[in-house]
């Protein structure tokens, strides 16, 4: 019961107020971003929503771990287009990843979206993820958060900011954790000692402590 009663006062908070983020917002180091992001709400236009937990940084041409360490491909040419595009890519041949585009143009730096805590439109994100048996593991993920919201490779290149795709990033008044936790990235080879991830201390949708 408290638990819904929290989730309740949350979605409140983000129908009070939905302040998109502005291109200036990602025109940034993604490692100022990632962290910036945490708490914001990703919302879409047929109501889901969730609270962003987690994030990762990826750093272009210095980062051995980026798609766009060796410069632009066809596969990953968003990430070089004007920030606050999303950039999707597939992995694994079966699962979307998505990733806030951050810095200038040209330089190929993004952020990876890991985890969000459910805010609204839960029973659309159960219909996405009919074999999840825990809303905790509706968005507890960055594979898992494309599917419970809808992203997939339609959604590669869209504007976060015009929201004329259908998806944006808000700003609801909760600030960024005093002291979020920073840790090494996941599902990585290369730049591993880089402790460019972060997450909500305590938060039970991170994916991984």
Same mark, same amino acid.
């Given at each position: 019961?408290?638990?819904?009663?929290?989730?309740?006062?949350?979605?409140?908070r983000v129908s009070r107020r939905?302040?998109?983020?502005?291109?200036?917002?990602?025109? $940034?180091?993604?490692?100022?971003?990632?962290?910036?992001?945490?708490?914001?709400?990703?919302?879409?236009?047929?109501?889901?929503?969730?609270?962003?937990?987690?994030?990762?940084?990826?750093?272009?041409?210095?980062?051995?771990?980026?798609?766009?360490?060796?410069?632009?491909?066809?596969?990953?040419?968003?990430?070089?287009?004007?920030?606050?595009?999303?950039?999707?890519?597939?992995?694994?041949?079966?699962?979307?990843?998505?990733?806030?585009?951050?810095?200038?143009?040209?330089?190929?730096?993004?952020?990876?979206?890991?985890?969000?805590?459910?805010?609204?439109?839960?029973?659309?994100?159960?219909?996405?993820?009919?074999?999840?048996?825990?809303?905790?593991?509706?968005?507890?993920?960055?594979a898992r958060l494309c599917q419970?919201?809808?992203?997939?490779?339609?959604?590669?290149?869209?504007?976060?900011? +015009?929201?004329?795709?259908?998806? +944006?990033?808000?700003?609801?008044?909760?600030?960024?954790?005093?002291?979020?936790?920073?840790?090494? $990235?996941?599902?990585?080879?290369?730049?591993?000692?880089?402790?460019?991830?972060?997450?909500?201390?305590?938060?039970?949708?991170?994916?991984?402590?």
């Amino acid at each position: 019961m408290i638990e819904l009663q929290f989730r309740a006062l949350l979605e409140i908070r983000v129908s009070r107020r939905r302040v998109v983020l502005k291109r200036t917002f990602y025109r $940034r180091d993604p490692r100022v971003v990632a962290v910036d992001l945490l708490n914001k709400v990703l919302v879409n236009a047929d109501g889901r929503s969730g609270r962003i937990v987690e994030t990762e940084a990826y750093c272009g041409a210095f980062d051995e771990a980026a798609h766009s360490w060796r410069g632009m491909t066809p596969r990953n040419a968003v990430m070089f287009d004007q920030p606050g595009l999303l950039y999707v890519y597939f992995t694994y041949g079966m699962h979307w990843c998505c990733n806030p585009v951050c810095g200038e143009p040209g330089e190929g730096v993004a952020v990876l979206l890991r985890a969000l805590a459910p805010l609204t439109g839960l029973d659309a994100m159960r219909a996405a993820r009919p074999a999840c048996r825990s809303d905790r593991d509706l968005c507890r993920g960055p594979a898992r958060l494309c599917q419970a919201m809808g992203i997939g490779k339609l959604q590669n290149g869209i504007d976060l900011i +015009s929201g004329n795709g259908g998806y +944006s990033i808000i700003d609801d008044g909760m600030s960024p954790p005093a002291e979020p936790v920073a840790a090494a $990235r996941v599902g990585i080879t290369r730049a591993v000692e880089q402790l460019w991830r972060w997450y909500v201390p305590g938060d039970p949708y991170v994916s991984r402590r």
